[in-house]
């Protein structure tokens, strides 16, 4: 694989099959190049950043270095595909998608994991999903910290850097690695605060370790290239694991409600892992 520097992230020259245009897959070269300039970008922000502690100081940085980047990566793929809309809302739940049952747009979480980047822990990244009349068709999770570029198209695979992506063989969850997390802003959600509790509780009896590590589009990311054995979320977040789901899908896992039901828009919870790995962890989550 050859690489090139760009200003202060690297260029991985991606293999072509994955990304031609047909009639049932969209070209998501443009979209590529978009996410790794906003994520060099933030990259830069980051560098000189001094960490924020004070909750309204964070809201405020936030805001602001979320608008700039979800505007520059807006602006970049309108002038590359016109007809493709964007989708706003991240934090408005499960009423958004109600509007959003047709047509084509993207989904973009600018700045996935902002507590981390405020408080300068390299764990963040850009996540940018297309969603299809209620089908997710592409996604890209760009690390920019660590030069990794995750991205996947529905029926082509998954892919990070230009290697194909596999989740790896773990038969079970006993001794494995596992990810949690929770959304943002869910303290007062009985059905998430209730779920983390109880699902983190039979895990930690069985599993090897369990992790919360950061930016839940990465973390799923880890499980599509079998760094991570399960990740699984109580609650709606759907901006940032729709994309994280079709890379596993895409990868040869597993990506469901704890219900069991495929993951899609409006879900209220994911569990994500190899088939197997994901079997006997819904069993104890449902025990």
């Known amino acids: 694989m ?9 260029y991985s020259f991606l293999p072509m099959s994955t990304l ?14 978009a996410v790794r300039t906003v994520g060099c970008q933030l990259k830069s922000r980051y560098a000189s950043l001094i960490p924020i502690i004070g909750n309204e100081a964070m809201i405020t940085a936030f805001r602001q270095l979320d608008l700039e980047a979800s505007d520059a990566l807006r602006q970049a793929l309108t002038a590359t595909y016109p007809d493709i809309s964007w989708l706003n809302g991240e934090l408005e739940g499960a009423e958004i998608w109600s509007t959003a049952r047709t047509g084509r747009f993207w989904v973009c979480d600018a700045i996935d994991g902002a507590v981390q980047f405020l408080r300068r822990m390299p764990h963040w990244c850009v996540s940018l999903t297309l969603v299809e009349d209620g089908t997710v068709t592409a996604t890209i999770v760009y690390d920019a910290m660590h030069e990794e570029m995750f991205y996947a198209v529905a029926g082509a695979g998954a892919w990070c850097n230009g290697e194909r992506l596999h989740v790896n063989d773990r038969h079970r969850h006993h001794g494995a690695l596992l990810a949690t997390s929770q959304p ?11 779920g983390s509790v109880s699902s983190l509780r039979a895990a930690l009896r069985q599993a090897g370790a369990v992790r919360n590590l950061g930016p839940t589009s990465l973390q799923l990311a880890y499980v599509a290239s079998g760094r991570l054995d399960a990740f ?4 709606e977040d759907t901006f940032n694991c729709l994309g994280g789901a079709l890379l596993v899908t895409e990868a040869g896992g597993l990506a469901t409600d704890v219900s069991g039901r495929t993951y899609g828009p409006a879900s209220n919870s994911i569990v994500a892992a190899p088939t197997p790995v994901h079997r006997s962890l819904k069993a104890v989550f449902e025990a």
């Open 2 to 10: 050859r690489v090139a520097k760009v200003s202060e992230c690297s």
């Open 20 to 33: 031609v245009i047909t009639m049932k897959q969209p070209n998501i070269q443009g979209a590529i190049e």
């Open 184 to 194: 943002p802003f869910s303290n007062d959600d009985e059905f998430v605060v209730n």
């Open 232 to 235: 699984w979320e109580y609650g």
